[in-house]
């Protein structure tokens, strides 16, 4: 019933869409869903590299039947355990009770820890190839891309990485698969969200993993969410290198949180400031209306960031707090940073996101400004000095 879809003439794309789960890692929000992709070769070996969230595991078999018949698989090629793409393994290997399943040293005690799966394992090794027939697949180790255990697939005579999640993306394959079915700039803002909420945190392991890339001849990049890359190759692996390098434009993510409005008027007062100071990309959000997903995603693109928050319980607000948090596991780098907060009666939120500006090594940029109670003509003209403080310092970088 499924019509196959051909990398080659031998490579398939047998992945599925996922439209009704809400929340990627039950955290990041997918109003767009997201696609588990795998794929089979067929020949004169079948391989299946990685497979699908268990969800849509019947959909996934049919599709998989749809190339290879009643043939059976003879090898699974786990690049990445997690379940959206591990999830369908023990029922894989239920289906075809032969089959070998193909990891490295840290991929074979996860597939025991998940599914007590132990026999009919092949343990793979940096460059260690395995043949097919006409095809021959290598392996190299991108371990924290996004795993431990996670590897890339080069199929050598197609020149295709399998590149398990990296360069991949939010957003389901509605029809177009391949990057030269659909209008690239559909993606990009769900590339870059994807990249920084789940990949972020990991960007010397992607360096690394880039400079194994480099050395190959690559026509075709099939990641294991979103699009299969072919015309925009150099593209992806550009932006791929910039972000895992923390590397950013000129513009200011401003991030408050506000219970009755005073913080809010401050960061509104920074932000017009920065428009009439020339800066061109400025980012409003209410932490308690935004979720994080999106913040993140823009504070991975502009250098510029203003936390506000009011004080909280001697604390900083809690979507604040929750915002700061990610950030601070992300080990996000390279920003500058204003600072504003509001209070009632002890101020505690300025001197704990100025404490946050220094594990995160972000420099700090002009005064910092906290106003108690309302906001008045002196703190209101304290904002606009930061607001100028922030577009000079971001103009100097032209
Ligand atoms: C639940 C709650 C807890 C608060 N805790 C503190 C506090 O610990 N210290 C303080 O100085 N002000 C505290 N405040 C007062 C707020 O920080 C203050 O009203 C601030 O101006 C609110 O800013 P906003 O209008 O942007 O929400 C608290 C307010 C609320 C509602």
């Not at 051909?6 to 696609?35: C, Q, S």
């Not at 910039?242 to 993510?253: A, D, H, L, N, Q």
């Not at 009632?344 to 106003?371: F, P």
């Amino acid at each position: 019933m499924y019509k196959p879809v051909k990398l080659t003439p031998d490579v398939y794309y047998v992945g599925v869409n996922d439209r009704r789960t809400h929340l990627f890692e039950n955290m990041w929000p997918i109003d767009r869903g997201v696609a588990y992709n795998s794929y089979v070769i067929d020949d004169e070996k079948v391989a299946l590299i990685d497979s699908v969230e268990i969800a849509q595991v019947e959909k996934y078999l049919k599709k998989i039947k749809a190339v290879i018949g009643e043939r059976p698989i003879d090898y699974l090629v786990v690049n990445h355990m997690e379940p959206d793409h591990g999830g369908s393994i023990d029922i894989i290997k239920k289906m075809y009770p032969d089959i070998q399943i193909v990891g490295n040293k840290k991929t074979l005690p996860m597939l025991e820890g998940y599914f007590g799966i132990s026999d009919n394992t092949v343990e793979v090794k940096e460059g260690d190839s395995l043949n097919l027939g006409k095809h021959t697949l290598q392996f190299y180790m991108v371990p924290m891309v996004h795993w431990p255990e996670t590897m890339v697939t080069y199929e050598t005579s197609e020149q295709i990485v399998f590149s398990a999640d990296a360069f991949g993306t939010f957003g389901t394959l509605d029809g177009g698969i391949f990057d030269d079915e659909f209008d690239f700039e559909y993606y990009r803002d769900e590339m870059r969200r994807y990249y920084s909420n789940i990949v972020g945190k990991y960007g010397s392991p992607v360096q690394k993993a880039l400079s194994k890339l480099a050395g190959l001849d690559i026509k075709m990049i099939a990641s294991t969410h979103g699009p299969i890359w072919k015309n925009h190759i150099q593209k992806v692996i550009g932006m791929y290198d910039r972000w895992s390098k923390f590397e950013t434009e000129e513009g200011v993510v401003l991030a408050y949180a506000s219970m009755y409005g005073n913080t809010e008027e401050m960061a509104e007062a920074v932000a017009r400031e920065l428009a009439e100071n020339g800066i061109k990309h400025i980012r409003l959000y209410d932490v308690s209306k935004t979720h994080a997903s999106y913040i993140l995603s823009d504070i991975f693109k502009y250098k510029g960031v203003i936390l506000a928050s009011p004080t909280y319980c001697n604390e900083l607000h809690p979507n604040m707090e929750s915002l700061t948090t990610k950030l601070r596991h992300m080990g996000v780098k390279n920003h500058y940073l204003g600072i504003l907060g509001s209070y009632s009666w002890a101020g505690a939120a300025v001197k704990k996101l100025n404490a946050i500006a220094e594990e995160l090594k972000w420099e700090v940029v002009g005064e910092s400004v906290e106003e108690k109670h309302a906001l008045k003509a002196d703190k209101y003209q304290e904002c606009i000095n930061l607001g100028k403080a922030m577009a000079d310092k971001l103009k100097a970088d032209r």
